[in-house]
Nanobody, 115 residues
Framework: QVQLVESGGGLVQPGGSLRLSCAASGSIFRISAISWYRQAPGKQRELVAVIDAGGSTNYAESVKGRFTISRDNAKNTVYLQMNSLKPEDTAVYYC?????????WGQGTQVTVSS
C-alpha cells in the first residue's frame, strides 16, 4: 500500500511562487514515475509534469519554463516548484504514482492565484 500526501498549496498573487511537495510511503516510490496533475473547477484533470525513476522530466506546454518537477529519493518526496504563477494556474493539484498494476493518488492541495 502506498500513501501520497501533498502539501504546500495556498493563496498567492499573480507572478508569485509556490513549492508543492508530495511525500510517499513505501519503497516502490524510488522505482516509480511520479506525476503532478491539476483540476480546475468545471474542467477535466490534466497532467502538469512527470518525473521518472531516473530523473527525466516532461511538462505540459502551459507550464514549461515556469514549473520544475524534482525528486529526493532519500526523503521519498517529489516537488513541484511553480514560478510566475498565473490566475489560470488556480486548481487542486494532485500527485500520482502509476506503475505496473498500481495507481495511487494523493488527496490534493489547493492552489489559488489571485490578487
Amino acid at each position: 500500500q502506498v500513501q501520497l500526501v501533498e502539501s504546500g498549496g495556498g493563496l498567492v498573487q499573480p507572478g508569485g511562487s509556490l513549492r508543492l511537495s508530495c511525500a510517499a510511503s513505501g519503497s516502490i516510490f524510488r522505482i516509480s514515475a511520479i506525476s503532478w496533475y491539476r483540476q480546475a473547477p468545471g474542467k477535466q484533470r490534466e497532467l502538469v509534469a512527470v518525473i521518472d525513476a531516473g530523473g527525466s522530466t516532461n511538462y505540459a506546454e502551459s507550464v514549461k519554463g515556469r514549473f520544475t518537477i524534482s525528486r529526493d529519493n532519500a526523503k521519498n518526496t517529489v516537488y513541484l516548484q511553480m514560478n510566475s504563477l498565473k490566475p489560470e494556474d488556480t486548481a487542486v493539484y494532485y500527485c500520482r504514482l502509476l506503475g505496473a498494476g498500481i495507481d495511487y493518488w494523493g488527496q490534493g492541495t489547493q492552489v489559488t492565484v489571485s490578487s
